[in-house]
């Protein structure tokens, strides 16, 4: 594409040359070496409409349609509009302008409507929001919910991401479930730290931290939920949790994660954590005293006689007296239900036939 607008500059250039030596009497008439000074001056319009002609068409149109493609639609279409305004307010102000002597007559009614027409862009586009807002008010337009009720918008809730909620896993099915209303802000201490576990010359410690850079990887594919790497760092602080709980205080003193320690010292300075740990519990069906279970004992729990088993979320039942029936599956019936910090733990008692 370049070449070909580039030979059609060399050709524009010759012609301009050629028709430039050509006005009025001639540029090299009555030289001694016209044929020569010619022959040089339409090679050098060829040499400058080859060189420049890309950047007088083909670079700045590819400027402008870049620039197109970078804004919102609520942009574009409010600049379209403040152009037109700012077009037909010229025109207004053209007529009486082009009453006036030459040559203000002539120019002033182009400057005005260049004018108008350049701020009239940029005042709709910098009021663009505001003028929507009007606009859906009176019923003139109607906002996709692409756009504002189920997209993140400017001003929506930035959370910062803690390592050890990444590596968890689940926070990509919740992402995509679209229980989180934001942006996800992974800073990029905290990408260093997942890369440097991936990098481990532990087996485990390895696998756990490639999973999370897989995990990174496959939200930020998820356009419901932005995720936004940042450079923002605290050099003043060493720890990894001290920096989060810094950073989210500064940006929006919210924190997910995992880790119980940091969830204690992030809630006594005032950031609000959204624990995974804690939903998961939140989810799970309720069980009520008195409720029949079908459960399987897998296992010998701590006191003498009582035996365990879990249910399919993973809650952990502790059957008494089921100890003699390891292996087996048990009808039980509910006592007493106990929420602990890690998770909820079910009593129950085999129901009596």
């Known amino acids: 594409m370049i070449r070909y607008i580039r030979l059609l500059g060399a050709a524009l250039g010759s012609v301009v040359g050629l028709a430039i030596s050509a006005s009025g009497e001639g540029l090299f008439r009555g030289s001694d070496y016209a044929g ?51 077009l037909l307010m010229g025109l207004l102000l053209g007529f009486p302008l082009s009453g006036l002597a030459p040559p203000f007559g002539t120019w002033l009614p182009l400057g005005v409507s260049i004018f108008l027409g350049l701020g009239m862009v940029g005042l709709t586009v910098a009021k663009r929001r505001d003028l929507l807002v009007a606009a859906e008010a009176v019923g003139l337009v109607r906002r996709p919910p692409s756009e504002g009720q189920h997209g993140p918008i400017q001003g929506d809730p930035r959370i910062v991401v803690d390592t050890s909620a990444i590596i968890d896993g689940r926070i990509a099915e919740i992402v995509e479930s679209g229980f989180i209303y934001g942006t996800l802000v992974i800073p990029r201490f905290v990408l260093d730290e997942l890369q440097h576990i991936a990098d481990s010359s532990d087996a485990l410690r390895r696998n756990r931290g490639r999973r999370g850079l897989e995990i990174l990887n496959r939200m930020q594919k998820e356009p419901a939920t932005p995720v936004e790497i940042v450079e923002d760092d605290v050099p003043e602080v060493t720890e990894v949790d001290a920096k989060l709980v810094a950073l989210a205080r500064a940006r929006s003193r919210v924190i997910l994660t995992n880790d119980f320690n940091l969830n204690r ?28 279970l079908r459960v399987r004992v897998i296992q010998e729990g701590k006191e003498a006689g009582q035996g365990v088993g879990f249910l399919d979320d993973g809650t952990m039942i502790v059957v008494e007296g089921g100890a003699r029936h390891i292996d087996h599956d048990l009808d039980v019936a509910v006592t007493r239900v106990l929420q602990t910090v890690a998770g909820r733990m079910i009593f129950a008692q085999p129901r009596l036939d």
């Open 36 to 86: 020569a000074l010619l022959a040089a001056w339409v090679v050098a319009w060829i040499v400058v409409g080859f060189a420049i002609f890309p950047y007088l068409t083909v670079v700045p149109t590819g400027w402008l349609i870049r620039q197109v493609e970078a804004l919102s639609t609520a942009e574009f279409v409010t600049a379209v509009v403040g152009l037109l305004l700012g």
């Open 265 to 292: 010292v992030a809630e006594l300075q005032g950031v609000r954590v959204m624990n995974i740990n804690s939903l998961a519990n939140a989810v799970k069906p309720a069980v009520l005293p008195g409720e029949e």
